[in-house]
């Protein structure tokens, strides 16, 4: 299983992106769909940090404390995606942004991803 991010890009503070990462390969669409999927992000220079998670229905959602209100990951079971909608974004939110599909399908942590997409890159200017 192959997990794609997109929709990065460079944006003004105060700006909006929305990420999306579907997936390919074999079994792609049952890890998409029953499996809790997330996002993380690397800074250069600091380590991986857990941005946010969703359970294999919707139904549970978190959040990093630092992203809480401006975030909201969503999934399309149908299409097989996932998304992380991102609002006013400041400059410290400029990170290389992956998704991750866990081995569980309640919740995301980083010790139990199995699947890591390739990350794209957000940069937010001030």
């Known amino acids: 299983v192959q997990l794609q991010a997109s929709g990065g890009g460079l944006v003004q503070a105060g700006g909006s992106l929305r990420l999306s990462c579907g997936a390919s390969?074999?079994?792609?669409?049952?890890?998409?769909?029953?499996?809790?999927m997330g996002w993380f992000r690397q800074a250069s220079g600091k380590e991986r940090e857990f941005v946010a998670s969703?359970?294999?229905?919707?139904?549970?959602?978190s959040y990093g404390d630092s992203v809480k209100g401006r975030f909201t990951i969503s999934r399309d079971r149908d299409k097989s995606m996932v998304y992380l909608q991102m609002d006013s974004l400041k400059p410290e939110d400029t990170a290389v942004y992956y998704c991750a599909a866990d081995r569980s399908s309640m919740t995301v942590t980083q010790s139990s991803v199995r699947y890591w997409g390739q990350g794209t890159q957000v940069t937010v200017s001030s």
């Open positions: 969703i359970s294999w229905n919707g139904g549970n959602k």
């Open positions: 390969g074999r079994a792609s669409g049952r890890i998409l769909s029953n499996n809790a």
